[in-house]
């Protein structure tokens, strides 16, 4: 019985080196750059994140603003995609509609993302006119910048004034605009 677990665990060990050797890549730093401003991989079929427009070619320059949509966010429940960004930001929520009951508001938070230390909250912003139809615009502004880090991102935390109401809150269109001068 002895030498059956001795075995074992030689044939264990023995492909284990074998899968470790096979798969070993020679790594520079480029390798160690992240591919994306974003702070995590997302599972593209998670629930609540939003359609993002691909990257630009390399070698292309990639526009400074983005948009998107929101499906089902709850407040607190996710954050946006991170961007490049060091003054000014406008969000811009078009055709904004709650789960259930009628919505009145959704208040926004934009956060700067600080590395290797907590990020840092840049005020809210309290969007009502998008719930007044589909094509209507609601847009916040920040205009401000704390030192050592250069991303941002937003979330929700609050509908209808609430943090803890019990509905969500879905966006036909996100537009975030990182230009003062547009």
Known sequence: ???TTNMRAMVIAALA????VGTTASANAEDAQPGSGDA???NPNEQGLFELYSTPEPGQIGPMNWDGAIGGWA???FESRHWADNDYTEIQFTGCTVASGSGTS???KLWQAIPFSLDKDMGNNTLTNCFKGATYTSRGEWN?????GDNRYFTIP???GSGTIRTTVSVKKVYVDTSLAD
Not at 17 to 20: C, N, R
Not at 144 to 148: E, F, G, I, P, R
């Open 1 to 3: 019985m002895t030498r």
């Open 17 to 20: 080196a074998t899968t470790l």
């Open 40 to 42: 995590y991989v997302t």
């Open 75 to 77: 407040p607190g429940s």
């Open 106 to 108: 959704v208040t926004v």
């Open 144 to 148: 401000v910048h704390y030192a050592n």
């Open 158 to 160: 609050a509908i209808n």
